[in-house]
């Protein structure tokens, strides 16, 4: 299984950005997929997240800025970026649950994070 994220770059502030997350190989249900981010000098933190059944967490600093949604049929999650801020600034990360076929007729449960995409806003 492999999350690649796409969709960052720079951006002025007050500017929009959308990331997206594709989860690809032997999947056979995805539980919950998110975002998280680290800035440099701090630590990993969530940005958002959104269940199987569709019931979404922010972050306080987001809400009402950032909106995650989720295609099921394509395993991808986007998150829309609005009035960023210099604050924003930073590596984020999607992440997801995974039920996933193994071998024969094994299955597996396991949590994964993509590759991380830069996002920088300029003041």
């Known amino acids: 299984v492999q999350l690649q994220a796409s969709g960052g770059g720079l951006v002025?502030?007050?500017?929009s950005l959308r990331l997206s997350c594709a989860a690809s190989g032997s999947i056979?249900?995805?539980n919950d997929m998110?975002?998280?981010r680290q800035a440099p000098g701090k630590e990993?933190?969530?940005v958002a997240d959104i269940?199987?059944?569709g019931r979404i967490n922010y972050a306080d600093s987001v809400?009402?800025?950032?909106?995650?949604?989720r295609?099921?049929?394509k395993s991808t999650v986007y998150l829309q970026m609005n009035d960023l801020k210099p604050e924003d600034t930073a590596v984020f990360y999607c992440n997801a649950d995974v039920r996933a076929r193994g071998k024969g007729?094994?299955?597996?449960?396991?949590?994964?994070w993509g590759q991380g995409t830069l996002v920088t806003v300029s003041s």
């Not at 002025?12 to 500017?15: I, L, N, T």
């Not at 809400?63 to 949604?69: A, C, D, L, P, W």
């Not at 007729?105 to 994964?112: G, I, P």
């Open 12 to 15: 002025q502030a007050g500017g």
């Open 28 to 30: 056979l249900s995805i």
């Open 34 to 36: 998110g975002w998280h």
């Open 44 to 46: 990993r933190e969530l």
């Open 51 to 53: 269940t199987s059944g």
């Open 63 to 69: 809400k009402g800025r950032f909106t995650i949604s």
């Open 71 to 73: 295609d099921y049929a």
């Open 105 to 112: 007729w094994d299955t597996y449960s396991s949590h994964y």
